[in-house]
């Protein structure tokens, strides 16, 4: 098997979703390589050898200065060419979802979609997919090469290994339909402390809080913790935080270490979204509550009397 990861850079620098996948990838055996796409992003790549890639295929190229999908289709065909990789794996992301499935069409292969795990059979891919409002789980195959394959965010967590990449450089030619869009504007959410991708420990939200003014409950609490604050949907589409905040089967996955939920019953659409948490701590007033069924560790009380308190005492700690 060679496998090929698309590996994602934001200011120089891999991301953690690529090398969660590649680690992941790595574990599997067999020729494992990463890809960077992007301008100035050669100095990056050599990275991903820690991670558990002998190769990196670098295409270093002004045409993919704009995070825009179709030349990425161009550049990515072109390696798959070079490195006769029969499998390609991607950490989902909203320019990845695009890409894969121009490479889909380009290649005319097949892509599964939403993977939660990746194993071997023989010299057979199986593919883990959630399904039915994630309430199974289903195996999935390929019947041809190559093998797209694009995983849940959040799904693995990056592993170090301790290797080293030899970086390749691929040229690739684009087509004129490829450069046609333009990026006209590019605007960044202004938000302080880690992404609830990235964060170690997540404050996450619920209607339990009361209304939006509760969430600096969630936010006093993070800050004590170096953390990140995320929400459930029922808090989002009321309006109380963003919607970039929000976990789930309709929102984002995470796996932080430490997972604090204040006021959520524990509902499944949410549990899909961050029951890989290493430790989970459920704070809600209803003993009854699902969430307690999969804490690691619950309090029964009331969360604007409890979070405060815990908030202070980890502040007094420091
Ligand atoms: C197709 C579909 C997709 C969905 N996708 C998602 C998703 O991605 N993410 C998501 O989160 N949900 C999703 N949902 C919604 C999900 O089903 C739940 O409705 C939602 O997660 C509930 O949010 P909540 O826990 O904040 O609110 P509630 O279920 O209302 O729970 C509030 C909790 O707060 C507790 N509480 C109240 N006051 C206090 C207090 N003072 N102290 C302590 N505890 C208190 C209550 O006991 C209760 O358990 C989806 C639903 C559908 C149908």
Redesign the pocket.
């Known amino acids: 098997m060679t496998t090929l990861v698309y590996l994602e850079t934001h200011d120089g620098a891999l991301t953690k979703p690529g090398l969660s996948v590649l680690s992941k990838a790595a574990t599997l055996g067999g020729d494992v390589a990463g890809v960077v796409l992007g301008s100035g992003v050669r100095d990056a790549a050599s990275g991903a050898g820690a991670y558990g890639a002998s190769t990196v295929y670098v295409v270093d190229d002004e045409a993919l200065a704009s995070p825009l999908p179709q030349a990425r289709v161009d550049a990515l065909a072109a390696v798959v060419r070079e490195s006769g990789a029969d499998t390609v794996v991607f950490p989902a992301s909203v320019l990845t979802a695009d890409v894969a499935a121009g490479l889909s069409a380009r290649l005319d292969a097949g892509l599964n979609w939403d993977l939660t795990d990746l194993r071997l059979e023989g010299d057979e891919l199986v593919g883990i997919r959630p399904a039915l409002?994630d309430t199974v789980l289903v195996e999935v195959g390929w019947t041809t090469t190559p093998r797209l394959a694009l995983i849940r965010s959040g799904t693995f967590d990056p592993v170090e290994s301790g290797g080293t990449a030899e970086v390749k450089d691929v040229t690739a030619t684009f087509e004129e339909f490829s450069i046609r869009a333009q990026l006209v504007d590019h605007l960044q959410e202004e938000s302080s402390g880690p992404s609830i991708e990235d964060a170690d420990v997540i404050v996450a939200g619920?209607?339990?809080l009361?209304g939006p003014e509760g969430f600096s409950l969630c936010e006093e609490l993070a800050g004590a913790l170096g953390g990140a604050v995320a929400a459930?949907?029922?808090?989002v589409d009321a309006g109380w935080y963003p919607y970039s905040t929000?976990?789930?089967?309709?929102?984002k996955t995470v796996s932080p270490k430490l997972y604090i939920a204040?006021?959520?019953?524990?509902?499944?659409?949410?549990k899909v979204?961050m029951q890989g948490s290493g430790t989970i701590v459920a704070?809600?007033?209803?003993p009854n509550?699902p969430?307690f069924d999969f804490a690691d560790l619950g309090v029964v009380?009331?969360?604007?009397q409890i979070a405060p308190k815990l908030t202070e005492l980890l502040r007094a700690r420091r």
Do not use: P
Not at 246 to 251: E, F
Not at 283 to 286: G, R, T
């Open positions: 409002g619920g209607r339990g009361g459930t949907r029922a808090v929000q976990v789930g089967q309709t929102g204040l006021g959520i019953s524990g509902a499944i659409q949410h979204g704070i809600n007033k209803d509550a969430i009380g009331d969360l604007t």
